[in-house]
């Protein structure tokens, strides 16, 4: 297989790369000075098409690769000079061809402009304008297949825009944000008919002021320009479906899609109603979109984070998945109140029903045992979010923001598990209800006092309740010596209500002295509150329906403990930091350091613990510009890592069946040393585009977990690790894609190498019955390969098709015991116009998964189609499309912790046929 994808390969390529001649020259000024990023547009003198563009290097040299037997006309232009123009005639006996551009000044640079617009890529500074039609293929249908056209840009596997390897945080249409936060919704639901140009804006910051004073490398957004005929009118589409699977089921697609922009206002309108395993907006997406919310003090030193309680949910994945039922509602609206200021927000409102069926073998270090369950599990996500946006800009000088962001859900689950171990046999039913909110507040203002002195200020509020509860239904005594349970009965019913409260202010102000246009003084002072309250109870459910409460487990030496938490805790981080940034030559260095004050304390169970730290913790930031689109950038930097409530409460939580939890109140802080070292070019003179990344962090007095294990069940604890034992990450990545012509060729690689250590309890019996024990320091270590090679063409004729493959190694070495599972992945994509009318989009995915021996070892393949209708420009489209044609029933992954390696074995949807209806409006 890996041959005949091979051989397409290299016979398309080399029939693209025949036929054509190379026209070398270069662009200077009028004295002789190379002209860095100006444009040169070859077009068909007898027609006017644009047959190639080229952008210039660093010494103003370009190159053109044209057909032969025609003439062209080649422009040059650059941005406040005039343009020139030369005609090249390519004949079928044509060799290389040389051609050179001298360029002079000029005052009236509107004409230049507007030439550059026309440019199918235009470098401006940080700003990269993609003109969409010059790579369009004719066939793309959303915005994401628009975006993996464009050199430099790549859509990942979850539909999240990346730009030199790092994800697009803010997608705007018009200048106006697309549900601020996420780019996936905008690349599955804008229509590519409907995308003008593609602005990448780079070191991109939303407020005028605060633009150079930082470091904003990292900030990527896109701004999508529309057609003339999308401004001041309503546009979309309407789809609807109905079909059958594999078992005679009937299934259902319904899918509108409304916008509309114009200068004063915007709208925008997203469902969709289906039950054939499109998730438009899973649990992760939830959990991730943070509404435009600004990491508060990035870079500052602290790493607090309030934990989301949500039991362990599964995300919603079609490729892990039975069944899924999607409701989605999106909507966004902007609207522009008066010249000084804005109002923007989004609604989405989401209703998943998820049926998950999963063989596991699991198997624990410190025992030996092997686990093996088979899982039905039934759950329901019903979520809703809500964001309200304000910008009040009444001068240059001034701005007022304000955000605040709702987040409110509804999660149950319904598990039934077969547990089998050390012929054990273990029938589990487990229901988990969860219904947390949270309510986000942020104000931001920038004041300019002078072109020297600018202030920065921020306070965010989060308000945060969970509730979760859980039940397990046991035929086995569940944690013998520790749950005080009524034994005479015919199973064990376990439940446990928890609930968390939260309640976090972060406050800070930022001065920026301006020394000179290459040096600045940041001073920043400010402090995070944060508090919680913790509340948890176990309780039996006796045969005759009685609650039985388990408020106290026995001790060894006869004493009692509290199974109850009653926890209120208390964060505090008053900081006050330094950066000094300057720029000479080629290098640009950040060095800072931030003096912190540390406060936590905890009261539970009658005692008070309390901790009181000062901490000085350096970072410094260097970027080497080695070209205006290639460079290197390093980055180090200490931070103190603290937890928050749910490691402090010491009486015991269930998080599963078979695992027991409790905190420690004595628990201390973390100190992390991260490095990063990152490299990126995009060289537009021979469309090659590298970016690479190194990075290690190494965290000692880490918070790791100590268990108890015996059999299968796990009670853990956190406990501060001896700071001999550090864990230690290092990761590696890098990607490297290059376009010949109308070919894209693609080669990734991530390596990931993560070293913990943890104390394992191993808990045995006398021959007196009595429980003895041994603890252990275990070294677990997890080096995970993963390799991608892909071809991938935009022909505008012939059919287009993407061909790769992908391989990874996952191996892992816990206590001595080791395995390693290799998933090899070759995949091929084609789309094929014909018949004038009708096109054809087809993706094959094979998966070659096993271990190291051979004992665990599945081959299968997913096959999509989706045959499409459409006669000229009709609104009307039909369309048959079959997902998992070749009815596969399942698929494979395996995972690792410190405690056990798994395997898993996920049934997925069946084969289904639809006949899909779309009209655009």
């Given at each position: 297989?890996?041959?005949l994808?091979?051989?397409?390969?290299?016979l398309v390529?080399?029939?693209?790369?025949?036929?054509?001649?190379?026209?070398r020259g270069?662009?200077k000024d009028?004295?002789?000075?190379?002209?860095?990023?100006?444009?040169v547009?070859?077009?068909v003198k007898s027609t006017g098409?644009i047959?190639?563009?080229?952008?210039?290097n660093s010494d103003?040299?370009f190159?053109?690769?044209?057909?032969?037997?025609?003439?062209?006309l080649?422009?040059?232009?650059?941005l406040?000079?005039?343009?020139a123009e030369?005609?090249?005639?390519?004949s079928?006996?044509?060799?290389?061809?040389?051609?050179?551009?001298v360029?002079?000044?000029?005052?009236?640079q509107?004409?230049d402009?507007?030439?550059?617009?026309?440019m199918?890529v235009?470098?401006?500074?940080d700003?990269?304008v993609y003109n969409?039609d010059s790579?369009n293929r004719?066939d793309?249908k959303?915005l994401?297949?628009?975006?993996?056209?464009l050199?430099?840009?790549?859509?990942n596997d979850?539909?999240?825009i990346?730009?030199?390897g790092?994800?697009?945080q803010?997608?705007?249409?018009?200048?106006?944000?697309?549900?601020d936060?996420d780019s996936?919704?905008a690349?599955?639901?804008?229509?590519?008919?409907?995308?003008?140009k593609?602005?990448?804006?780079?070191?991109?910051n939303e407020?005028?002021?605060?633009?150079g004073?930082?470091n904003?490398?990292?900030?990527?957004?896109?701004n999508?320009?529309?057609k003339e005929?999308?401004?001041?009118?309503?546009?979309?589409?309407?789809?609807?479906?109905?079909?059958?699977d594999d078992?005679?089921e009937?299934r259902y697609?319904?899918?509108?899609?409304?916008?509309?922009?114009s200068p004063?206002?915007?709208l925008n309108?997203?469902?969709?109603?289906?039950d054939i395993?499109?998730?438009p907006?899973t649990?992760?997406?939830?959990?991730n979109?943070t509404?435009?919310f600004?990491?508060?003090?990035?870079?500052?030193?602290t790493n607090?984070?309030?934990?989301?309680?949500?039991?362990?949910?599964?995300?919603a994945?079609?490729n892990?998945?039975?069944?899924?039922?999607?409701?989605?509602?999106?909507?966004?609206?902007?609207?522009?109140?008066?010249?000084t200021?804005?109002?923007?927000?989004f609604?989405?409102l989401?209703?998943?029903?998820?049926n998950i069926v999963?063989?596991s073998i699991?198997?624990?270090?410190?025992?030996?045992?092997?686990?093996?369950?088979?899982?039905?599990t039934?759950q329901?996500?019903?979520?809703g979010?809500?964001k309200?946006?304000?910008?009040?800009?009444?001068?240059t000088?001034?701005?007022?923001?304000?955000?605040?962001?709702?987040?409110t859900?509804?999660?149950?689950?319904d598990?039934?598990t077969?547990?089998i171990f050390?012929?054990?046999?273990?029938d589990?039913?487990?229901?988990?209800e969860n219904?947390?909110t949270?309510i986000?507040q942020n104000?931001?203002?920038y004041?300019t006092?002078?072109?020297?002195n600018?202030?920065?200020?921020?306070?965010?509020?989060?308000w945060?309740d969970e509730?979760?509860f859980?039940?397990?239904?046991t035929?086995l005594?569940p944690f013998?010596g520790?749950?005080?349970?009524?034994t005479?009965?015919?199973?064990?019913?376990?439940?446990q209500?928890k609930n968390i409260?939260?309640?976090k202010l972060d406050?800070?102000v930022d001065?920026?002295?301006?020394?000179?246009?290459k040096?600045n003084?940041?001073l920043?002072l400010g402090g995070?509150?944060?508090?919680q309250k913790?509340?948890?109870n176990?309780?039996?459910l006796l045969?005759?329906n009685?609650?039985?409460?388990?408020t106290e487990?026995?001790?060894?030496?006869?004493?009692?403990e509290?199974?109850?938490n009653d926890?209120?805790?208390?964060?505090?981080?008053a900081?006050?930091?330094?950066?000094?940034?300057?720029?000479?030559?080629?290098?640009?260095?950040?060095?800072?350091?931030t003096?912190h004050?540390y406060?936590?304390k905890?009261r539970q169970?009658?005692?008070t613990?309390?901790?009181?730290d000062?901490?000085?913790?350096?970072?410094?930031?260097a970027i080497?510009e080695?070209?205006?689109s290639?460079n290197?950038?390093f980055n180090?930097?200490?931070?103190?890592?603290y937890?928050?409530?749910v490691n402090?409460?010491?009486?015991?939580?269930f998080?599963n069946y078979?695992r027991?939890?409790?905190?420690?109140r004595f628990?201390e802080n973390a100190?992390?040393?991260?490095?990063?070292?990152?490299?990126f070019?995009?060289n537009?003179?021979?469309?090659?585009n590298v970016?690479?990344s190194?990075?290690?962090?190494?965290?000692?007095?880490?918070?790791?977990s100590?268990?108890d294990?015996?059999?299968?069940?796990?009670?853990s604890s956190?406990?501060?690790?001896?700071?001999n034992f550090?864990?230690?990450?290092?990761?590696?990545?890098a990607r490297?894609?290059?376009?010949v012509k109308k070919?894209?060729?693609?080669?990734?690689a991530n390596?990931?190498l993560?070293?913990s250590n943890n104390i394992?309890?191993?808990?045995?019996?006398d021959?007196?019955?009595?429980?003895?024990?041994?603890?252990?320091?275990q070294l677990s270590e997890s080096?995970?390969q993963?390799?991608?090679?892909?071809?991938r063409?935009?022909?505008?004729?012939?059919?287009n098709?993407e061909?790769g493959?992908?391989i990874?190694?996952?191996?892992?070495?816990?206590g001595?015991?080791?395995?390693?599972f290799?998933?090899?992945?070759?995949?091929?994509?084609?789309d094929?116009?014909?018949?004038k009318?009708f096109?054809?989009?087809?993706?094959?995915?094979?998966?070659?998964?096993?271990d190291?021996?051979?004992t665990?070892?599945?081959?299968?393949s997913?096959?999509?189609?989706?045959?499409?209708?459409q006669?000229?420009d009709?609104?009307?489209?039909?369309?048959?499309?079959?997902?998992?044609?070749?009815n596969?029933?399942?698929t494979?992954?395996d995972s690792?912790?410190?405690?056990?390696?798994?395997?898993n074995?996920?049934?997925?949807l069946p084969?289904?046929?639809?006949?899909?209806?779309?009209y655009?409006?």
């Amino acid at each position: 297989m890996k041959k005949l994808i091979f051989a397409i390969i290299m016979l398309v390529t080399g029939g693209v790369t025949a036929q054509t001649v190379k026209v070398r020259g270069t662009i200077k000024d009028s004295i002789g000075n190379p002209l860095e990023l100006a444009n040169v547009i070859a077009t068909v003198k007898s027609t006017g098409d644009i047959e190639s563009y080229a952008i210039t290097n660093s010494d103003g040299r370009f190159q053109l690769d044209l057909p032969k037997n025609n003439t062209y006309l080649l422009k040059a232009s650059f941005l406040g000079y005039e343009n020139a123009e030369a005609e090249v005639v390519v004949s079928e006996t044509s060799e290389n061809l040389n051609r050179d551009f001298v360029l002079k000044q000029s005052a009236a640079q509107l004409a230049d402009v507007e030439l550059v617009y026309e440019m199918p890529v235009t470098v401006r500074g940080d700003t990269i304008v993609y003109n969409a039609d010059s790579f369009n293929r004719g066939d793309e249908k959303k915005l994401g297949d628009v975006m993996k056209n464009l050199p430099g840009v790549e859509v990942n596997d979850e539909g999240e825009i990346e730009v030199e390897g790092k994800a697009v945080q803010k997608v705007m249409v018009e200048g106006k944000d697309f549900f601020d936060g996420d780019s996936k919704l905008a690349t599955k639901n804008i229509p590519a008919d409907a995308v003008d140009k593609v602005e990448v804006l780079r070191n991109y910051n939303e407020v005028d002021q605060m633009r150079g004073l930082g470091n904003d490398q990292d900030n990527v957004a896109i701004n999508i320009k529309l057609k003339e005929g999308k401004k001041n009118f309503w546009f979309g589409e309407v789809t609807a479906g109905a079909g059958i699977d594999d078992e005679e089921e009937a299934r259902y697609l319904v899918h509108p899609k409304l916008f509309y922009y114009s200068p004063k206002y915007s709208l925008n309108f997203i469902t969709d109603f289906n039950d054939i395993g499109e998730v438009p907006f899973t649990w992760r997406d939830y959990f991730n979109f943070t509404g435009g919310f600004r990491n508060f003090n990035r870079g500052g030193g602290t790493n607090f984070n309030i934990s989301e309680n949500d039991l362990g949910f599964a995300i919603a994945q079609n490729n892990r998945a039975n069944a899924i039922e999607t409701n989605f509602f999106a909507g966004n609206f902007s609207w522009r109140a008066s010249k000084t200021w804005d109002v923007s927000g989004f609604t989405i409102l989401s209703d998943n029903t998820t049926n998950i069926v999963t063989n596991s073998i699991r198997q624990y270090i410190s025992t030996g045992t092997i686990e093996n369950t088979v899982s039905d599990t039934d759950q329901r996500n019903q979520l809703g979010m809500f964001k309200l946006s304000s910008v009040f800009k009444p001068n240059t000088n001034f701005q007022l923001d304000y955000d605040a962001l709702v987040k409110t859900s509804k999660q149950t689950e319904d598990a039934s598990t077969l547990s089998i171990f050390d012929e054990n046999t273990n029938d589990i039913s487990e229901a988990i209800e969860n219904r947390p909110t949270s309510i986000n507040q942020n104000v931001n203002a920038y004041f300019t006092l002078d072109d020297d002195n600018i202030f920065a200020g921020q306070i965010q509020h989060l308000w945060q309740d969970e509730d979760p509860f859980y039940n397990a239904i046991t035929d086995l005594v569940p944690f013998p010596g520790i749950l005080p349970l009524d034994t005479l009965q015919n199973r064990y019913n376990i439940n446990q209500e928890k609930n968390i409260k939260t309640n976090k202010l972060d406050a800070k102000v930022d001065y920026y002295y301006v020394i000179n246009n290459k040096s600045n003084v940041n001073l920043t002072l400010g402090g995070t509150f944060s508090d919680q309250k913790f509340n948890s109870n176990i309780f039996q459910l006796l045969d005759n329906n009685n609650r039985e409460d388990l408020t106290e487990t026995p001790l060894i030496d006869g004493e009692t403990e509290s199974l109850e938490n009653d926890v209120t805790y208390g964060f505090t981080d008053a900081f006050l930091g330094l950066h000094y940034k300057f720029r000479t030559g080629k290098f640009t260095f950040t060095p800072g350091v931030t003096l912190h004050n540390y406060n936590v304390k905890n009261r539970q169970n009658g005692f008070t613990t309390s901790q009181n730290d000062w901490m000085l913790l350096p970072d410094v930031n260097a970027i080497m510009e080695l070209k205006k689109s290639e460079n290197l950038r390093f980055n180090y930097a200490i931070s103190a890592e603290y937890t928050d409530i749910v490691n402090f409460a010491e009486a015991f939580v269930f998080n599963n069946y078979n695992r027991l939890f409790r905190g420690n109140r004595f628990l201390e802080n973390a100190l992390s040393h991260t490095y990063n070292l990152s490299y990126f070019s995009f060289n537009m003179f021979n469309y090659t585009n590298v970016s690479a990344s190194l990075n290690y962090t190494r965290r000692v007095d880490g918070i790791k977990s100590s268990t108890d294990i015996v059999a299968i069940n796990q009670v853990s604890s956190p406990i501060n690790i001896d700071s001999n034992f550090p864990d230690e990450t290092f990761s590696a990545f890098a990607r490297w894609s290059k376009r010949v012509k109308k070919i894209q060729f693609t080669a990734n690689a991530n390596l990931a190498l993560s070293k913990s250590n943890n104390i394992i309890q191993n808990r045995s019996f006398d021959g007196g019955g009595n429980p003895t024990f041994s603890e252990m320091i275990q070294l677990s270590e997890s080096f995970t390969q993963s390799y991608r090679g892909s071809v991938r063409s935009s022909f505008r004729d012939w059919p287009n098709f993407e061909a790769g493959y992908n391989i990874t190694i996952n191996n892992y070495n816990n206590g001595g015991l080791e395995q390693t599972f290799y998933t090899q992945r070759p995949y091929v994509n084609m789309d094929v116009n014909f018949l004038k009318h009708f096109s054809l989009s087809a993706n094959w995915d094979f998966y070659f998964y096993r271990d190291e021996n051979n004992t665990v070892e599945n081959d299968y393949s997913f096959m999509n189609a989706t045959l499409y209708y459409q006669k000229g420009d009709s609104p009307w489209e039909l369309s048959v499309q079959a997902t998992n044609i070749l009815n596969n029933e399942s698929t494979n992954n395996d995972s690792f912790n410190d405690q056990f390696n798994t395997t898993n074995q996920y049934f997925v949807l069946p084969r289904i046929v639809m006949l899909v209806v779309k009209y655009d409006l």
